[in-house]
């Protein structure tokens, strides 16, 4: 479950941690002969940092990657500006992560063993987060 003591990260002068953007797809994605490619679109919102948790840790809704309840500590979460990007300092390790949406938690990325949307933080290093919110496209 979440925790309340979970600071606010602030952006400036972070050296060490994830740096990305969160984008939103809506609507039809099937290719179109001729058409222009689609581009996702920045959104604002929240991106929560959990200790490396498996999907036997989470309450998922059906088989959907949207998640009512996660069962692993919360580490830090950051609000991303209005066109999606974010930094967010972190120790090493490795984490996953999840975007806010509304009550509900987002996570659509899995690796074999079922842990989701894992990223590692190597010392001094500022790790890439790029991560799309597909809820309203069709595929």
Do not use: W
């Not at 602030?10 to 039809?28: D, L």
């Not at 996660?70 to 984490?95: E, H, R």
């Amino acid at each position: 479950m979440a925790c309340s003591s979970v600071k606010k990260a602030n952006s400036s002068a972070v050296t060490q941690g994830f740096s990305g953007q969160i984008t939103e797809v809506m609507g039809n994605q099937m290719p179109m002969k001729g058409g222009p490619p689609v581009v996702p679109k920045g959104i604002a919102t929240t991106v929560l940092v959990y200790e490396p948790t498996n999907i036997s840790q989470v309450r998922r809704m059906g088989t959907a990657p949207s998640y009512t309840a996660i069962q692993t500590k919360l580490v830090a979460s950051v609000d991303t500006d209005s066109t999606g990007n974010f930094t967010i300092a972190l120790p090493i390790g490795t984490y996953s992560v999840f975007v806010k949406q509304g009550t509900q938690f987002y996570a659509n990325l899995f690796d074999a063993n079922n842990n989701i949307a894992l990223f590692t933080v190597e010392e001094g290093k500022l790790t890439q987060v790029k991560l799309s919110v597909s809820t309203k496209a069709s595929f």
